[in-house]
């Protein structure tokens, strides 16, 4: 009965901190810092610290993107905005209000829903399903190990149409990670916007092998990018 009633103690001693964890990654992302996110993020530290190209990313949306999408991890918009897709349907997903409100006036040309949720948690009850789902640079900022965050996979799943596919990229700590590109992702995993120093592509594999029957990933750079679907064809 202690074992259990320790168990229990510890467990929630862990929610706690990988909540507190997930409230200090969502600070950055307050009004005052949003305006610097895009040449943060997809002029500078995307293309010259994690080696990914920005037009890379772009025409990954050109490809997998269908026209009932699901965008979870907003940001500000910018890479549906510079895909700029045509007869589209766009809902968006975030737990930052900052981050929907700003990309809902951005993408605001297709009239976007917004949904305020955290993807850890089974999504509501809801009728309405998506062809695509694209979830890029978030899975490194979620606390937690793949053994945890994984369940993002499962819950996102349950919003896609029969056949759907998912597509994303996170940031991991790899063998291709410069000197520069460690110090970097070190630094933001302190001052706690990043929660990926235990994560790898094994265990990112794995974690989307559990709920979808055909993935691939690979890796540009510091760089994992993924698709999943239980749809071949749809990779």
């Not at 009633?5 to 964890?21: G, P, V, Y």
């Not at 990914?52 to 940001?75: F, P, Q």
Request: glycine fraction near 6%; aromatic fraction near 10%.
């Amino acid at each position: 009965m202690n074992n259990i009633k320790n168990q229990s103690h510890i467990n929630k001693i862990e929610t706690a901190i990988l909540k507190n964890r997930t409230a200090t990654s969502q600070w950055y992302f307050n009004p005052l810092l949003l305006p610097l996110y895009d040449f943060f993020v997809y002029r500078f530290v995307s293309q010259y610290i994690w080696g990914c190209s920005n037009d890379l990313l772009i025409n990954r949306y050109k490809h997998y993107l269908n026209k009932n999408h699901l965008e979870v991890g907003v940001g500000t918009g910018y890479l549906i905005d510079h895909c700029n897709p045509t007869n589209f349907n766009l809902d968006l997903m975030d737990l930052s209000r900052s981050c929907l409100d700003q990309s809902r006036k951005r993408l605001s040309r297709y009239s976007p829903s917004i949904i305020r949720h955290n993807i850890l948690e089974v999504p509501m009850e809801e009728d309405k399903r998506y062809d695509s789902i694209g979830i890029n640079y978030v899975m490194h900022c979620v606390a937690g190990d793949y053994t945890g965050k994984g369940i993002a996979f499962d819950n996102l799943k349950k919003l896609l149409n029969d056949g759907g596919v998912i597509f994303g990229a996170t940031v991991l700590p790899t063998n291709q990670s410069s000197a520069i590109t460690k110090l970097f992702m070190n630094l933001l995993n302190r001052i706690g916007i990043f929660n990926n120093s235990g994560d790898k592509i094994e265990d990112l594999k794995k974690a989307l092998k559990q709920h979808f029957k055909h993935v691939e990933v690979e890796i540009t750079s510091s760089v994992a990018l993924f698709v999943a679907s239980d749809d071949e064809g749809r990779l």
